[in-house]
């Protein structure tokens, strides 16, 4: 954590048929829901070959410059995104015309004004890529750790109103409440489109799974246990529940 109300349509269960203990199954919803896809990043079953070879030279620059365990999660999460855009949009994966904004990804040229909107999260051994129809979203996964949360607060990323909300809470949910607060932020950042340009302490959360912060709406997406995880929707209204689609090795098949 250091710093450095409208209906969908139902979007295809990629890979679901092939079952992941990790990130567990469900279809994407018909309602306001986004659509969310989960990957269990550590699962030793998928092919990284066949996974770069879905990348552009743009991904592919920029997952050979970080470490290796960071180049393995972008190469499988963009991968990933490829390969649930392409049933979107009807093209190969490999196909899929993404640019990156910022390091953010979304569709570009004449698939870009089809009103779908991404985002994309990974922390250690779990992703989650989002996927929303005409509004702008934005998702983020975060490994939750006791001490990382309580070192936190010296941190200055959390407003003082958060502060004495989190004060409130009894330890044990304190600290999951902090991590909670973290991935909010980051939801709010990343579908805003600026991430870390922008104080994570302007962005003012409830201190709640569910609630609203300005123009966004916050709901909780279900991750394993040990991980936190939020998506952040620009809507008038609240976030449905909304299952979670495992996306697994066998969707690169």
């Known amino acids: 954590m250091r710093v450095a109300a409208r209906l969908v349509p139902r979007s295809p269960a990629v890979g679901r048929s092939h079952g992941a203990a990790v990130c567990g199954g469900g279809a994407p919803t018909t309602t306001a829901a986004p659509a969310v896809w989960c990957l269990d990043l550590a699962d030793p079953d998928w092919d990284l070959a066949a996974a770069a070879a879905l990348l552009d030279d743009a991904e592919t620059a920029r997952a050979l410059r970080a470490a290796p365990g960071v180049r393995r999660r972008r190469v499988l999460l963009r991968a990933g995104l490829r390969v649930v855009l392409g049933?979107?949009?009807?093209?190969?994966?490999?196909?899929?015309?993404?640019?990156?904004?910022?390091?953010?990804?979304?569709?570009?040229g004449a698939a870009g004004r089809r009103g779908i909107q991404v985002s994309c999260s990974a922390s250690e051994g779990v992703g989650l890529l989002a996927v929303a129809w005409g509004t702008p979203v934005g998702i983020d996964v975060q490994r939750h750790r006791d001490a990382e949360a309580r070192a936190a607060l010296d941190e200055d990323w959390l407003a003082p109103a958060e502060l004495r909300a989190l004060a409130g809470l009894p330890p044990a949910d304190r600290w999951p409440a902090v991590t909670r607060c973290w991935t909010q932020k980051e939801a709010v950042l990343k579908g805003s489109g600026v991430g870390l340009r922008r104080w994570p302490a302007t962005v003012l959360t409830p201190v709640a799974g569910r609630g609203r912060s300005g123009d966004w709406s916050l709901a909780p997406v279900?991750?394993?246990?040990?991980?936190?995880?939020?998506?952040?929707?620009?809507?008038?209204?609240?976030?449905?529940?909304?299952?979670?689609?495992?996306?697994?090795?066998?969707a690169l098949r």
Not at 93 to 102: F, K, L, M, T
């Open 222 to 250: 279900p991750v394993p246990a040990g991980w936190v995880a939020s998506l952040a929707v620009r809507s008038p209204v609240a976030v449905p529940e909304g299952a979670v689609t495992a996306l697994t090795p066998g």
């Open 87 to 108: 049933r979107l949009l009807g093209v190969p994966a490999g196909r899929v015309p993404i640019a990156a904004e910022d390091g953010r990804p979304r569709l570009a």
